[in-house]
């Protein structure tokens, strides 16, 4: 994922074929040009090209530190109770001895 200065959508990076230079991947806090491509509802980056390394190496660090965590969207919709051991649950079979006459 790249986060761009316009502040819009992040940006993100599948597969090296995208890379100006595919012999570095880019790393958190590197300055990158790029250009963006919206598929659908994602910001792809294309082209994207190595200018400064570790120019930001702050910047990962400064944006989790300053997050607000946030407030999960999962509830729970049913609690089930402790359940009893497998062998419990599915009947052992009958055994039925008929002898021949």
């Not at 012999?23 to 190595?50: F, M, T």
């Amino acid at each position: 994922m790249i986060w761009c200065e316009d502040h819009a959508s992040l940006a993100y990076l599948q597969g090296r074929e995208n890379l100006v230079h595919a012999a570095r991947w880019p790393q958190p806090g590197d300055l990158v040009e790029l250009e963006s491509e919206i598929v659908g509802a994602l910001r792809n980056a294309r082209k994207v090209d190595l200018l400064s390394e570790q120019e930001f190496a702050h910047l990962p660090g400064m944006l989790q530190s300053t997050a607000t965590p946030a407030e999960s969207h999962l509830r729970i919709v049913s609690i089930s109770p402790a359940s009893e051991p497998r062998e419990r649950l599915i009947p052992e079979p009958e055994l039925r001895v008929a002898a021949a006459r």
